[in-house]
């Protein structure tokens, strides 16, 4: 039997459903690697998220969030990229395709369409430095990895910043 082909839906969260937000975060919670106390309102002021369905199951999910200050300067500060608001206001993150999914390049389907509602803005994320899928995804997405690899203050591993930069005037007149 043939399932069907994986379906990326991506919206603000205000267009979803209490219970397409609980899955999202059941989801997120499933990776363990955010802080759960609070998780649901910041998914519900995210810019975008998106959900990455297959034969009705949900496989992975993705945000692009509004930053609060403190993560914005716990991960300037130790990575050592500076990371202003006005340059880079979102954040690529809540990647999650649960393991039975991997290895199929789901996570490039279930980011792009964050990514382009971004438009021309800045959005940094932050990945495993052990997690080589996601870096190439993002490197697929525009992303360049920057500063340097810092512990984690969640867990024992180490993490790296990636940024995906907005396009300077030159490079906007150059595209006309």
């Known amino acids: 039997m043939k399932t069907e082909d994986p379906q990326i839906i991506a919206k603000a969260p205000a267009a979803c459903s209490d219970a397409e ?17 609070g998780l649901e309102g910041r998914v ?15 496989l992975g999910v ?5 930053p609060s200050q403190n993560h914005r300067n716990e991960v300037a500060s130790l990575s050592g990229v500076p990371l202003p608001s006005k340059e880079f206001p979102f ?57 340097v690899a810092y512990q984690s203050p969640r867990g024992n591993y180490q993490l790296q910043a990636f940024l995906r930069l907005p396009p300077t005037p030159v490079l906007q007149r150059m595209r006309r």
């Open 91 to 147: 954040e690529l993150g809540w990647v999650f395709i649960l393991p039975s999914a991997r290895g199929r390049h789901l996570s490039l389907l279930l980011c792009r369409p964050l990514i382009e509602s971004a438009a021309v803005q800045g959005v940094f994320a932050t990945s495993k430095i052990a997690n080589g899928s996601i870096h190439s995804t993002l490197s697929k997405l525009g992303f360049l990895s920057a500063g």
């Open 62 to 66: 993705a945000g692009l969030k509004h």
């Open 21 to 37: 937000i609980a899955d999202f975060v059941a989801l997120v919670l499933v990776g363990n690697e955010v802080i759960p106390r």
């Open 44 to 58: 519900r002021s995210a810019e975008r998220i998106a959900f990455l369905r297959e034969s009705g199951c949900l």
